[in-house]
């Protein structure tokens, strides 16, 4: 295949198809049932099961078999099969399900109103966080068939829960067992990009612990006046809780258990992929004028957020808003956790740690109980050498440079599945969501131009799995 034929066979069905089909996809409000427990009686995820398929109809790619899965209450599943040259399977993953419209998007933009900039951009929920991968997926397969190139066996599996942490996936993953089969390749389109000049591959996921911090001190909420000074604030036990679990200066967290031995082999990833993007890191987040970000080097910010454990509070129940606030000492508050773990530390144990830590002799005899639930991580298997060579290859044939690694601090629980299910795999894990894209937040955008080198890059990929796997 040349090169240019590629991408240009690529470009002109983004151009024609993906993109026009995308604008409208994000005008459809699926959110994940998470954030809308009424996403069926709402209709929005059959609206958008719809609009994919009715794409992937017209794409006329031969041997392509389409189903798509329902069972009971759960979310829809599509699943595609395209016959290959070969009985060797490729399994593609993507999405379409969405994170809610959160606040804070600029004037102009909006979650459900696509706007497509000057550089490429399109603007709107859900484009890059995942509704492109199904069609790059095809987009590809199409290509390797316009071009005359031979291709294994392609299954492609697009879910609608994952934004929920994927509670459907497991069930349709063990009924489609036999039509899935046995990949030798799995290719994830749902992760990130330290740039958009070359080809990134993610090594690992962190894990997620979900924890509700309840603190309780009164039965009722009391003058403020009267009980200052005698009654401990909730937030005063809420502030010596947190300490035992997170540095207050570094941000480090502090329970050994929540730590593992990071691997050499991802300290030298980091270390590379450190060099590429420098101040890069850090600067693709919208830090306010005055403010650092954590970690002393690029190296060291990398590791902080693909192999060490950190902590956010996400929520609250309990706390007035300020336009309502008395005077009042408040009787308890909620919290809501995400404890990041690293990708090979099990959730269970991480929550069990969590809690020991947390309920352990509280402050002051306070009521603290917290309850927690867990996504586990994930390592990619070593890089088999053929695809070492077929990632960088292609990155270098469609972007002029070599290929780039490193870990996610994320999650994509689809990854935990597959890889227990099929650890003899090779694992191409990569995705759009580049510098500023910002997935799950305002102004979330899909770069386009990325993602037709991406589809292409796939595309000298699949190429050249399907001449290893024949010899």
Known sequence: MEDQAVLDTVTHLWDEGITPTLVEFIRIPNQSPSFDRDWAKQGHMEQAVSLVTDWIRRQDIAGLRLDVLRDGGRTPLILVEVDGQSD?????????DKQPPMTGWRSG?????PVLDKQGRLYGRGGADDGYAGFAALAAV???????????????????????????????????????????????LDSGAGNYDQLWSTTSLRGMVMAKLRVEVLAEGVHSGLAGGIVPSPFLVVRQLLDRLEDARTGEILPAALHVEIPQARRDQAAQAAAVLGDAIAGDFPFLAGVTPLGATPTEQLLNTT???????TGQTGIPDVERAGNVLLPGVLLSLALRIPPTLEPAKAGAALREVLEAEPPFGAKVSVT???????EAPPLAP??????????????GKEACYMGVGGSIPFMHMIGEKFPEAQFLITGVLGPQSNAHGPNEFLHIPYAKRLTAALVHIMADHYRHVTG
């Not at 060579?389 to 990155?395: G, I």
């Open 372 to 378: 927690t639930g867990g996504m586990p991580g994930w």
């Open 88 to 96: 060797r399977t490729v399994l593609m993953y993507g999405h379409i």
């Open 307 to 313: 192999w060490k454990p950190a902590v956010a509070v």
């Open 386 to 399: 053929w695809l070492e060579a077929a990632t960088d290859k292609a990155s270098r044939a469609v972007f």
């Open 142 to 188: 199409k290509t390797l068939q316009a071009l005359g190139q031979p291709h294994a066996r392609v299954v492609l599996v697009v879910e609608c829960s994952e934004e929920s942490g994927s509670p459907d996936l497991p069930h349709y993953l063990s009924a489609a067992a036999k039509r899935i089969g046995t990949p030798d390749l799995v290719i994830c």
């Open 109 to 113: 933009l909006g979650p459900w109103e």
